[in-house]
């Protein structure tokens, strides 16, 4: 069967990324949005019939000649997403 959300914590959605899951006869595709993620940052396992992506989105380094931060919506930190799929 599809993948399902293996949580439904509806504040930790903000912090996580988004995902799109499609399907041929063989496989799923995940795809995560995760912009400003490198490869060392993010972590992909599979236990027990659950995906679980982890990331870590580190804040760029501010440099000192653009001024001070007046507003600041970014996130970032760890966050991570599962996903339970059904044999």
């Not at 804040?59 to 000192?64: F, I, L, N």
């Not at 600041?72 to 799929?85: D, N, T, V």
């Amino acid at each position: 069967g599809l993948p399902q959300p293996a949580n439904q914590d509806h504040a930790a959605a903000t912090k996580r990324p988004s995902i799109d899951v499609s399907e041929n006869e063989s496989a799923f595709l995940v795809q995560a949005e995760l912009p400003g993620v490198g490869r060392e940052g993010l972590e992909v396992t599979v236990t027990d019939g659950i995906l679980k992506i982890v990331a870590e989105r580190k804040p760029r380094q501010s440099d000192d000649k653009t001024g001070r931060s007046i507003l600041k919506e970014q996130f970032f930190g760890k966050f991570s997403r599962c996903l339970r799929c059904k044999h």
